[in-house]
């Protein structure tokens, strides 16, 4: 008869340590659906003063015209705002972006991106972001901080003259929105794309483990 040790009957009895907590799943949920409604709404207000040589199927915007675009875009704005704010700080006050994200190194992220170019990335381990993922975050958030800065600049020029200035001027300003939004949007293909590869982790950000 096998006989169990204190440990084991400990480590049974003990639920398993999530590998997501409840705070960032919820932030997380809550900025996913945020970003959607400002994609969705941004691409209707740009339809209306394309910058380019093409425009966004209705099928794909929100709002149904401009007004309503832009009321969408400015509910999410707020919210995505507030919660992204939090976010942050709950990230830097905990010292999770310090855990998840460093360090970040050019060897690093070159073998880990080999490896997945292979099909060698292992994810055994959800709790540890390899350095692709690593670089992939890090950068997501700076760009959504800018995106968030050229938004401004685009939608008060007058209240934010310096905020405008800073990006060279009104029209250099939706650039950058514009430019932004294409590499969130690229993000939250690769995204997902991953997610449904390793249905486990969207398993965690769902459940915490």
């Known amino acids: 008869m096998t006989r169990i040790s204190a440990d084991d009957r400990l480590a049974v009895s003990q639920p398993a340590k999530a590998i997501q907590p409840a705070w960032v799943r919820i932030f997380h949920w809550i900025n996913a659906a945020a970003m959607i409604v400002m994609i969705l709404s941004g691409w209707q207000i740009y339809n209306a003063s394309p910058l380019f040589d093409f425009t966004f199927s209705p099928f794909v915007t929100l709002g149904g015209w401009l007004a309503g675009g832009l009321l969408w875009h400015f509910a999410a704005m707020w919210l995505l705002m507030v919660n992204g704010l939090i976010y942050l700080v709950l990230g ?19 073998a880990d991106a080999r490896a997945a170019l292979t099909g060698k990335l292992r994810h055994d381990d959800l709790s540890r972001y390899n350095q692709v993922q690593k670089l992939l ?26 905020l405008t200035a800073l990006f060279g001027d009104y029209d250099l300003a939706r650039y950058v929105h514009f430019i932004c939004m294409e590499l969130i949007v690229a993000f939250l293909v690769v995204h997902v794309a991953l997610a449904l590869l390793v249905p486990k982790s969207l398993r965690a950000m769902i459940i915490g483990r």
């Open 92 to 110: 830097f006050a905990t010292g999770r972006f310090r855990r998840k994200l460093l360090p970040i190194t050019p060897s690093g992220v070159a």
């Open 137 to 162: 975050y890090v950068l997501v958030i700076v760009v959504g901080i800018v995106v968030v800065l050229s938004g401004l600049a685009i939608w008060k020029p007058v209240q934010f003259q310096w």
